[in-house]
């Protein structure tokens, strides 16, 4: 994997400003003017999500400049208009080669933190096992977990750090973080307490979940209620509290909890101030969605079952409906969720990693992009709007995140591409040259 060509860095103009407060705590107040682009995807447009012919909006400024200041966004236009500008504020001058700018990546589903891999459970799917049958035979989420048992918080720290350090290599800005590889109280606060280390050390904004309902521990084995009293008794209660979680996620499937029992782990956190969202129809055809439908999620995720009635329910409410074909491909599934039909009827389509050790072990938002266009025939624009702006509705952020507009946070990419089809088109290779958060370059280090 490279992440950046000598020849770019040499370009590359960053200031010593810019340089120590990299390496600092200490907010970006310099300006920046990424000059020369090709293209500048701004994603502007109205408030609210992007649906049906709005999501292939992508409010390009051709020959385009984007000219930060401290952590926002001060103006975009052609780099021509903004030229003398950006010398009035003495900027520190990018020069993007005839590249794509776009807002950072958004990924709105991952579960960063976990100890190990599963390549084993890998090697099983590729000699014919299914997901379910590794899980059934104790790998799956609860391998993860015994290891999670025994691993140190330094050392899930410093992998999950690894890994941040590819989401932003790879263009992502912002990134859910899920916990669920915890599966006791005790062991779900400790991920929580790696979440809170890394949200203070990470350049990068991560926006913490509890999914302490992801699979029955061993303990609980024909007890499934039980261990979800002490989740909403033990554990929600003490997250909300210290606040170390912004959102409520279950498992709801065949082999994970019963919508009655999410029902009442979404409602409990829900109560306490979290706000839900949904691992749902992933496997079987639950009827995961429409309780996330009820509780007016912030998203439900993954939807490969969906059916035609629930597809018109998504697209008649604001629950961001997230796709996730990250996994059915490492699954190496023929079915792929929906995307189409959920766009065409109208619904909000965000696209995630779901990076996680055992169906999506990718942090890249890029190859998301040709998943979901050459398997999903989404369109380049509409996947690039469904990991950004609509990515960002579904985290609660958009009035902040996902698009490059004057006063939004200047959260943005240098894709070494003329055309933003091309990002999808060359896929499996690393297009992200620079990634900037708040104002801040954060990548190439
Ligand atoms: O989103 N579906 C449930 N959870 C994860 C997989 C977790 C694992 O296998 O470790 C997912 O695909
Ligand atoms: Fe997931």
Redesign the pocket.
Known sequence: MWLCRPSFRKTMKVSKNQNSSRQGAKAQTGSLFFRNASQILTLAGPPGPRRGKALSELGIVSRGAVLTQGVRVLDVGSTRALEAKARRLKAEAIDCRGWVVMPGFVDSHT?LVFAGS?VGDYEARLRGETYEEIAREGG??KL?AERVRQASIDSLVRQAQGFLEQFAAHGTTTLEVKTGYGLEITQELKLLEVVLRLRKMSQLELVPTLLAA?ALPAEYSGRSDDYIETVIRDLIPTVARKRLAEFIDC?C?RG?FSVDQCRRVLAAGKQQGLVPRL?AE?LTSSGASRLALDFKAASAD?LDQLSSADIRAFARSDVVATL?PG?NFHLGLKNYPPARKLIDAGAIVALAT?F?????PTPNMQFMLSVACSAMRMMPAEAINAAAINAAWALRRAARLGSLEPGKQADLIVMDVSDYREIPYYFGVNHCRMTVKAGKVVSPQ
């Not at 996680?356 to 999506?360: D, I, K, L």
């Open positions: 579960h599963r799956g989420i993860s992801h498992f499937d994970a691992h992933q993954h996730l996994a779901d996680n050790p055992g169906t999506s």
